[in-house]
């Protein structure tokens, strides 16, 4: 084609992003401001600023990571296509040769909204026969000398060559069998020729020898570059002499992209995926078996998180220095609760998320119970269950990390710093929406929900996953640790939501869909196995078809729409949870046994007279001495105890625990301990002279002060606690001589809130901020491209004028009623341009109406740098 045959760009085509981004209305224009928040902090005062900041690497990058697996393959295929690339290329390289001419509807169907995503998030601009990569993202994603691209092929013929000499070119123009040409570029353009001409190079390559053909597999998928010695082999010679293997420096050799793209039948990606995989079931139930399985587990939850803040009631563990819970007092405490200590360390987590628990900031720093623990007690235990859920839900901390080490290998401790990971709520929430995709009582296999979040989000280092096996391990940002992470928090979710009975038997019951907002039973899957909008639900923006923007990262609801989706959790949650009990079963071997949840009162009152001694559909409480007189120390008598047990059990009150009751409260202070600096009182003289007498009072350091007063050298706690040892019943007293009654005293920490969610970048914005955002932009927008009057000295620079000429154009304008272009320095010292159109002008000030904020507004003169007249068209 001539010169003059060459296609013209049209008058309405967009020569650069901002102008592209110029063509959009407002609502293309919010879409990319929220599937890219970090191009709205600040503000841009105007579009060529948003395309700046668009543009630039940190955003571009970002922004890639976020693309889904066959986005990020359009995105690579279109930086290794010329550019511009017209749709038709772009189609050949993700399609491949086969693809062509009404090839596979499904990859025709996904690139076009692939291709529509990448447009929307300013990645892609132009016009279907003008397609450009943004050029950071054509840089990071196309090939490098130290690096091939994702793709896995190699630079052109064209870049290959370059300060290659004349001579050496015309020798592989003329082994390749191609006429001489009068210079390089010539002998370029025929040789690229060549390679793009499925014909001629299918017969060139049916004349190279085996070994030849053997080397060319090799580096077909990349890595592209080869080692070749100063006098290569016969077979490596043929593919030098042709330009099959061009030199890149020495001893280095890279296969031409043109010539890898016939190897590969015109394919950019050894593999491509159209579509995300599917949820594949692992198993189905009934739909009231997983409700029940998950509220009998939401109920142990219950249990379990009071236990734990019971165990803590009188000041639980000491802060470490460094903040968080030595591993010693994680073990103590998961040995309290009877769990593993990653179980154990979840619970403390929720917990304080929650904000049922925190420091108590005194000197002696310990954890404790908050204010709101108490307040969360007295709710109805399906709303205390919503607390959980919710916090669960929306926290960063996460509690799978604990053990593990961080960046400057220190131990990770629970309730300690350097737990908060800002996609933690993004994966959770996800997770569980791909739940949702499934049929009621259909749980999922942990396999398919991992590698659908690795299609939806791939690992950093695989930007454009479909890559050989041979990626080089060059390319930037090579480490998969991101999306191991993700691995791991996915996995974590699924147990710890069974934990939690959101799931039952690992299906997602009734409550666990209205805690996430959505129908229940909806099931709705494509024959491939694909949720039939995943996208839409996930990023709030108009897309359709199971290619969509990143899902992965879904917008946090607000406070109060997670508030009314965890009430209505709640209410479907309540009818499954049993009802508390106010009876026990008194049995003849000094056990009690709780057929269910007992009410609050009695469980509390039991649980100071007996030991837990089993848990599960019924708890076991065991009398003991012990616990008897454990009684009988917080101020209950003999009599009180066996009216307890007689209004409390649905079984007479076994003869065996009445003598219990009357036998311990018999010994029960017969034996009187006060501070001298102890001593021990009794009118029995005998009782005293055993005690004397036992070899293991010698601890004690005992000696007698009068026949019924025996004082010890040790204080009045450890005395206590040696003779209760010793299988006495003694009882401390006080200065006065009376019996001192020893309640637990509930150690509660200042009010404190539960801990904020820690995000990484900037937060979603809404709708709201997102409409004034734009408005904004237009109109700083139109205020930097209204044609003005040109000063002579600067041209279309911002005006400078005097303070006299300034004050003379606002005045007139005033009269006159035209608008004008001022520059104007706020207080911050931000530097902005304008329109206004002055209403009045006095004390130093000018009222306008500013088109710029689209309101009237009020500038001190002295703030503006100059001002210039309108052009009069």
Not at 8 to 30: H, K, W, Y
Request: hydrophobic residues 40%; negative net charge; charged residues 20%.
């Amino acid at each position: 084609m001539s010169t003059d045959e060459q296609p013209q760009r049209p008058a309405d085509t967009p020569r650069s992003l901002a102008e592209a981004l110029r063509s959009r209305d407002d609502a293309s224009l919010g879409a990319l401001l929220h599937a890219r928040p970090d191009l709205l902090t600040p503000v841009p005062n105007d579009l060529t600023q948003l395309a700046t900041r668009a543009a630039t690497r940190a955003s571009v990058v970002r922004a890639l990571e976020r693309l889904d697996r066959f986005a990020q393959q359009v995105a690579e295929a279109l930086a290794v296509a010329p550019e511009p690339a017209t749709y038709e290329e772009l189609h050949a390289l993700v399609a491949g040769d086969e693809g062509g001419e009404g090839g596979n509807a499904t990859v025709d169907a996904a690139l076009g909204r692939a291709l529509a995503a990448l447009r929307e998030q300013a990645l892609v601009w132009g016009a279907d026969d003008r397609l450009r990569l943004v050029r950071t993202a054509r840089e990071l994603l196309a090939p490098a000398p130290q690096y091939p691209s994702p793709t896995g092929l190699g630079p052109t013929v064209a870049e290959a060559t370059a300060g290659m000499s004349p001579n050496r070119m015309q020798d592989i123009v003329a082994a390749a069998g191609l006429p001489s040409t009068h210079d390089a570029v010539s002998a370029v353009r025929s040789l690229t020729e060549l390679f793009t001409d499925r014909t001629r190079m299918s017969a060139l390559l049916d004349e190279a020898p085996a070994e030849s053909v053997e080397v060319l597999s090799r580096l077909v998928w990349g890595p592209p570059y080869g080692q070749v010695t100063a006098d290569p082999a016969r077979h490596l010679r043929w593919l030098l002499d042709r330009g099959l293997l061009l030199p890149t420096a020495p001893g280095t050799v890279v296969l031409p992209r043109e010539a890898a793209l016939h190897l590969r039948a015109g394919r950019a990606h050894r593999v491509l995926e159209p579509a995300p995989p599917a949820i594949e079931v692992l198993r189905e139930h009934r739909p009231q078996a997983v409700d029940a399985a998950a509220a009998s587990q939401a109920y142990m939850a219950l249990d379990t998180v009071e236990e734990l803040l019971k165990d803590w009631d009188e000041g639980g563990p000491t802060v470490l220095r460094a903040g968080g819970l030595s591993v010693r007092d994680l073990k103590r405490t998961a040995v309290a609760l009877d769990l593993p200590e990653p179980v154990a360390a979840f619970w403390v987590e929720l917990a304080y998320a929650a904000g049922l628990v925190a420091s108590d900031g005194e000197a002696d720093e310990r954890y404790a119970a908050t204010p709101a623990y108490d307040d969360w007690q007295e709710l109805p235990a399906a709303e205390r269950w919503s607390v959980l859920a919710t916090a669960w839900l929306t926290a960063t901390r996460t509690a799978g990390l604990i053990g593990g080490r961080d960046g400057k290998d220190r131990t990770l401790s629970a309730l300690g710093p350097h737990l908060d990971r800002s996609s933690a709520p993004e994966i959770r929430h996800r997770v569980l929406t791909l739940l949702t995709t499934l049929p009621d009582g259909a749980s999922p296999t942990p396999e398919s929900i991992l590698a659908r979040l690795r299609w939806e989000r791939p690992p950093r280092g695989s930007v454009g996953g479909g890559t050989s096996p041979h990626s080089s391990p060059g390319g930037p940002g090579s480490s998969t640790a991101p999306m191991e992470l993700r691995a791991r928090i996915a996995q974590w979710t699924l147990n710890e939501s069974e934990l939690l009975g959101i799931t039952g038997r690992g299906a997602l019951s009734a409550h666990g869909r209205a805690l996430l907002g959505s129908e229940s039973g909806s099931g709705e899957e494509t024959s491939a196995g694909v949720a039939a909008n995943p996208g839409t639900s996930q990023t709030g923006t108009s897309q359709t078809g199971a290619h969509t923007l990143p899902t992965p990262r879904a917008p946090h609801p607000s406070p109060s729409e997670l508030a009314a989706q965890g009430a209505r959790a709640a209410r479907l949650l309540a009818p499954l949870l049993p009802e508390p009990l106010d009876h026990v079963l008194l049995q003849a071997d000094l056990t009690a046994v709780a057929p269910g949840p007992l009410e609050r009162p009695l469980a509390e009152t039991l649980s100071v007279l007996a030991d837990v001694e089993s848990k599960g559909g019924a708890t076991v409480y065991r009398f003991t001495p012990g616990s008897v007189r454990r009684a009988l120390d917080a101020g209950k008598s003999a009599s009180d105890l066996h009216a307890f047990l007689a209004s409390h059990s649905r079984t007479p009150v076994p003869q065996p625990l009445a003598y219990l009751i009357d036998d311990v409260a018999r010994k029960h202070g017969h034996l009187r301990i006060g501070a001298a600096s102890a001593y021990v009182r009794c009118d029995d003289e005998a009782l005293l002279n055993e005690i004397l007498a036992d070899k293991r009072s010698q601890g004690l350091r005992l000696r007698r002060l009068a026949p019924t007063v025996l004082a010890a050298q040790a204080d009045p706690g450890a005395l206590l606690e040696g003779l209760r040892g010793m299988g006495f019943a003694p009882a401390a007293e006080s200065a006065e001589g009376d019996v001192l009654i020893t309640r637990a005293h509930a150690h509660r920490s200042p009010p404190r809130t539960a801990p904020e969610p820690v995000h990484d970048g900037p937060p979603l914005a809404d709708t709201t901020l997102i409409g004034a955002a734009v408005r904004a932009i237009r109109a700083g927008d139109l205020a930097s491209t209204m044609p003005r009057k040109a000063t002579p000295e600067k041209g279309d620079a911002l005006p400078r004028t005097t303070a006299a000429e300034t004050l003379a154009t606002m005045q007139a304008a005033v009269l006159t009623g035209e608008a004008v272009w001022i520059g104007y320095v706020n207080a911050e010292g931000a530097a902005s341009q304008r329109v206004i159109a002055p209403i009045r002008v006095e004390g130093g000030f000018v009222t306008a109406y500013d088109h710029t904020a689209d309101e009237v507004k009020t500038y001190p003169l002295h703030r503006v740098t100059g001002v210039a007249e309108l052009a009069d068209d």
